[in-house]
């Protein structure tokens, strides 16, 4: 097994090529509906409740293309409700954990959340808090790991939470933690706003990075990670297994190794 990648010490924002390349979007929209026949070849939802949070200064709107998905596979998807994210304000948290524990009493099961972005951290943080009423994480796209500056949204997260964004935060230290369920997060090389590199799990029995090929604003609909979303939701709570690509589509998928949090204070960047 080829070892651990560790973050750079210097970790920047995605350069401006891939940011430019965020226009695949709608083209990632248009592959998830082409591929909707095959869908078909999943393995059937089996009803439980998943909890889904948009990205940042997103609403729940963006998340339909993937409720619907999640829906039509023979889930129970529930919207965030709490319109656009502008950052873990206060009240946030309370009220997403609030909501889980809801929604988790009213099926009489565990609960599975999906995050977006920043959303993903929300699920992460939800899941440290009530773990018993959650039954896996996905996040698509989120920057747990890292520098905190090292994406090109810093400064609209700074501007919309008034949270000022520093490595010396005991929080991000915190966030780097993996919940402890069964966490999958799927990150893409190809990424223009958050650097691939600070979406990897560190090694754990229960973590897992895959690596797909796709956009920041184009993962809650590539059909890769909605592949994705769909196989790790399958999974019966407590028989929980790492990722195995289907032999015939491997190239699509990379699974990468845990990361090695760097310990390494970065230089602020204006």
Same mark, same amino acid.
């Given at each position: 097994?080829? =070892?651990?990648?560790? @973050?750079?010490?210097?970790?920047?924002? $995605?350069?401006?090529?891939?940011?430019?390349?965020?226009?695949?979007? &709608?083209?990632?929209?248009?592959?998830?509906?082409?591929?909707?026949?095959?869908?078909?070849?999943?393995?059937?939802?089996?009803? @439980?409740?998943?909890?889904?949070? =948009?990205?940042?200064?997103?609403?729940?709107?963006?998340?339909?293309?993937?409720?619907?998905?999640?829906?039509?596979?023979?889930?129970? &998807?529930?919207?965030?409700? !709490? #319109?656009?994210?502008?950052?873990?304000?206060?009240?946030?948290? /309370?009220?997403?954990? +609030?909501?889980? *524990?809801?929604?988790?009493?009213?099926?009489? +099961?565990?609960?599975?959340?999906?995050?977006?972005?920043?959303?993903?951290?929300?699920?992460? +943080?939800?899941?440290? /808090?009530?773990?018993?009423?959650?039954?896996?994480?996905?996040?698509?796209?989120? $920057?747990?790991?890292?520098h905190p500056r090292a994406n090109n949204a810093w400064r609209l997260? *700074?501007?919309?939470? #008034?949270?000022?964004?520093? *490595?010396?935060?005991?929080?991000?230290? !915190?966030?780097?933690?993996?919940? $402890?369920?069964?966490?999958?997060?799927?990150?893409?090389?190809?990424?223009?706003?958050?650097?691939?590199?600070?979406?990897?799990?560190?090694?754990? &029995?229960?973590? +897992?990075?895959? #690596?797909? @090929?796709?956009?920041?604003?184009?993962?809650?609909m590539n059909p890769l990670a909605l592949y994705i979303v769909a196989?790790?939701?399958?999974?019966? &709570? #407590?028989?929980?297994?790492?990722?195995e690509a289907p032999s015939a589509a491997r190239w699509l998928f990379?699974?990468?190794?845990?990361?090695?949090?760097?310990?390494?204070?970065? $230089?602020?960047?204006?």
């Open positions: 097994m080829p =070892p651990p990648e560790s @973050h750079p010490a210097d970790p920047k924002a $995605p350069n401006a090529l891939l940011l430019l390349m965020e226009g695949r979007a &709608p083209w990632e929209l248009a592959a998830a509906i082409a591929a909707a026949p095959f869908y078909n070849r999943l393995p059937p939802g089996d009803g @439980h409740p998943v909890l889904v949070f =948009p990205g940042l200064s997103a609403p729940d709107i963006t998340t339909l293309p993937l409720r619907t998905f999640l829906r039509s596979r023979g889930y129970t &998807p529930y919207e965030w409700e !709490q #319109g656009f994210n502008l950052g873990p304000r206060e009240g946030v948290l /309370e009220r997403c954990r +609030e909501r889980t *524990e809801i929604l988790a009493q009213k099926h009489g +099961e565990t609960v599975s959340l999906v995050g977006w972005s920043l959303g993903g951290i929300y699920a992460r +943080e939800i899941a440290k /808090e009530v773990p018993q009423h959650t039954r896996c994480v996905i996040t698509l796209g989120t $920057p747990f790991s890292g997260y *700074e501007y919309l939470s #008034g949270h000022k964004l520093s *490595e010396a935060d005991p929080l991000i230290d !915190q966030v780097r933690q993996a919940p $402890p369920v069964p966490t999958t997060s799927v990150y893409s090389r190809t990424d223009g706003v958050v650097s691939w590199r600070c979406s990897l799990n560190e090694a754990s &029995p229960l973590t +897992e990075n895959i #690596g797909i @090929h796709a956009s920041h604003f184009g993962l809650g196989d790790r939701l399958a999974q019966k &709570p #407590g028989a929980w297994r790492p990722f990379k699974t990468t190794p845990g990361a090695a949090v760097s310990t390494k204070r970065v $230089p602020r960047s204006s």
